[in-house]
C-alpha cells in the first residue's frame, strides 16, 4: 500500500507539472524530499525555489495568493537557493503568476489536493512581523501615526545602513548618468531638490519626515540654509542627531521629533519639501496635508513634494479597491500606507491654494533603486538576519523586488512636484528647466 508521504509527493509532481504549462517559468522548485521540477519548458534549476514540507504546499493549494506566498517565504516554509530574490523573480512573468488561481484547472487540482489536507499545519504558523490592529484612515478619529511610522523605521539603525547608500536616503535616487551608482544617484537626487526649490543662503527650509537627515544636512552644507526637519521615528531622530553634530552643522540644522501638523509657525518657512513621506498620510488626510503647507510657507514660497503614485483607475470610484500588492505591503511593510494618483496630487494642490509649475516622471529612477537596495540587502544577508531576524529579513527582501516589478510594469510610479503658495502676478521663476539640470 502506497503510503501517504509517497501519494503526497505523486500528487505534488502532477501539480508542479500542470502549474508549469501555465506558469512557463524559467525557474525550478525543489520538493522536501530533494527532488527538483522545472516550472517552465525548458527551465533552468540554478536557481530554485525550496518548498520544504507538504504543509507549505497544503497552505498554498486551500488559501492561494500573493499573501499566503509573502507567509510562506516570511515563515521560512518556502525558500530561494541558487540566487537571490531579485534574480529569482526575474525568471517568471509576474501577471501570469497572479493569474494562476484563475488560469489551472480547479478541477484538477481539486482531485489531487486531498492527500495535502493530513499533511501537518507546521505551516500554518503565524508570521510574526506584520501589522494586526485596525488603522483608522482619519487622523481626527485617532489615527496613530507615530505607531505606523514606528513599526517600518524603527527596525533599526544598523539595518538600514545594510542597504542604504552612505547618507542613509531612502527614497528614489535619481540616475542623471547611466553609469551612477546608488551612492551617487542619491546625491544626484538631493542636489535636484535643492535645485528646484532654489534654495539659497540664509532660505528657512523645512524638511517633512526628514528620514536619517541627508537632504537637510545637504541643503545646509551646499546652498547655506537654515535647516529644520520633523520625524515620527525614535530611530531616525537619534540618528539625525548624531549626523548633525559630527558634520558640525548644530547652528544651521535641527531636528524634532514632532508630528509635523503640529507645526505652528505660519510662513515660517521659504522652502519645504517632503520627500515620499505622504505615502504613509493615507487619502483622507490629504486636504489637512496640503492645507498644512500651504500654512507653513510664505508667500510664493515652494513646495517639492516627491511621491509615489498608482495609476488611475477608469473609474475613480474604484480606485482605493485595495489590491493583493497592497494588502500584502499595509499588512508587513507600510501599515496605514496608501498611494494617490498623480492627477489627484495636482488637483488638491491647486485646489488648496498652491500653483503647479512643474511635474517630473521619475518611474525608471526606483527600478535601478529598488535593485541595488534588494542586492545591497541579499548581500548582508547574514548581517541584516543577526539584527533583525529571518522573518525580518524576509519581508524587507520580498518588498523590494516586488515594488522593483511593479515600477517596471508601471503600475506603480514617482512624481517630483513643484508648487508654490499661490498669489496674484509673476512667480518669479526661470521659463526654463535650464538652470536645474546644466550641472549634471
Not at 4 to 21: D, N, W, Y
Not at 407 to 434: C, D, H, I, M, W
Request: with cysteine; hydrophobic share 40%.
Amino acid at each position: 500500500m502506497t503510503s501517504l508521504a509517497e501519494r503526497q509527493l505523486q500528487a505534488a509532481r502532477a501539480i508542479i507539472g500542470h502549474v508549469a504549462t501555465k506558469l512557463e517559468a524559467d525557474i525550478s522548485l525543489q520538493l522536501w524530499n530533494g527532488e527538483v521540477l522545472p516550472l517552465g519548458p525548458g527551465a533552468r534549476d540554478d536557481i530554485r525555489i525550496v518548498v520544504k514540507s507538504p504543509g507549505a504546499i497544503r497552505r498554498i493549494l486551500l488559501r492561494p495568493g500573493l499573501m499566503t506566498v509573502f507567509e510562506l517565504y516570511a515563515g521560512g516554509d518556502v525558500d530561494i537557493v541558487g540566487g537571490s530574490m531579485l534574480e529569482a523573480v526575474a525568471r517568471w512573468d509576474h501577471i501570469k503568476a497572479l493569474r494562476l488561481p484563475k488560469t489551472v484547472n480547479k478541477a484538477f487540482i481539486a482531485k489531487k489536493i486531498w492527500p495535502f489536507l493530513f499533511a501537518a499545519r507546521a505551516a500554518d504558523k503565524v508570521v510574526a512581523h506584520g501589522w494586526d490592529k485596525q488603522v483608522e484612515e482619519h487622523i481626527e478619529k485617532g489615527r496613530d501615526d507615530k505607531s505606523l511610522v514606528s513599526f517600518h523605521y524603527d527596525v533599526s539603525n544598523d539595518f538600514y545602513k545594510l542597504f542604504l547608500d552612505p547618507e542613509m536616503v531612502y527614497s528614489c535616487a535619481y540616475y542623471a548618468r547611466e553609469d551612477m551608482d546608488l551612492a551617487q544617484a542619491q546625491i544626484a537626487k538631493l542636489d535636484l531638490i535643492c535645485r528646484k526649490l532654489r534654495l539659497s543662503p540664509g532660505d528657512r527650509f523645512l524638511d517633512i519626515g526628514c528620514g536619517w537627515g541627508g537632504l537637510l544636512c545637504h541643503a545646509a552644507q551646499n546652498y547655506g540654509v537654515k535647516a529644520h526637519g520633523v520625524t515620527l521615528s525614535q530611530e531616525q531622530f537619534d540618528y539625525c542627531q548624531d549626523k548633525i553634530a559630527h558634520e558640525g552643522l548644530t547652528s544651521r540644522v535641527t531636528v524634532e521629533l514632532r508630528d509635523y501638523r503640529s507645526l505652528d509657525q505660519a510662513e515660517a518657512y521659504d522652502k519645504i519639501a517632503q520627500i515620499e513621506m505622504f505615502e504613509h498620510v493615507g487619502i483622507d488626510n490629504h486636504d489637512r496635508h496640503f492645507l498644512q503647507m500651504h500654512k507653513l510657507l510664505r508667500p510664493r514660497g515652494l513646495y517639492l513634494h516627491q511621491a509615489s503614485t498608482r495609476m488611475a483607475t477608469r473609474d475613480l470610484r474604484k480606485f482605493r479597491k485595495a489590491t493583493q500588492y497592497q494588502k500584502v505591503i499595509t499588512r508587513f511593510i507600510f501599515p496605514g500606507g496608501e498611494f494617490d494618483y498623480v492627477g489627484l496630487s495636482t488637483t488638491n494642490l491647486e485646489r488648496l491654494g498652491f500653483e503647479v509649475h512643474d511635474v517630473e516622471a521619475m518611474r525608471e529612477h526606483y527600478i535601478p533603486t529598488l535593485r541595488a537596495w534588494g542586492e545591497r540587502l541579499h548581500a548582508n544577508q547574514a548581517a541584516a538576519i543577526a539584527e533583525a531576524g529571518a522573518q525580518k529579513y524576509r519581508l524587507w527582501a520580498m518588498y523590494f523586488n516586488l515594488f522593483a516589478f511593479a515600477f517596471e510594469r508601471n503600475t506603480v510610479s514617482v512624481f517630483q512636484t513643484l508648487a508654490s503658495k499661490r498669489r496674484r502676478g509673476p512667480s518669479g521663476l526661470p521659463l526654463n528647466r535650464e538652470s536645474l539640470y546644466r550641472q549634471e
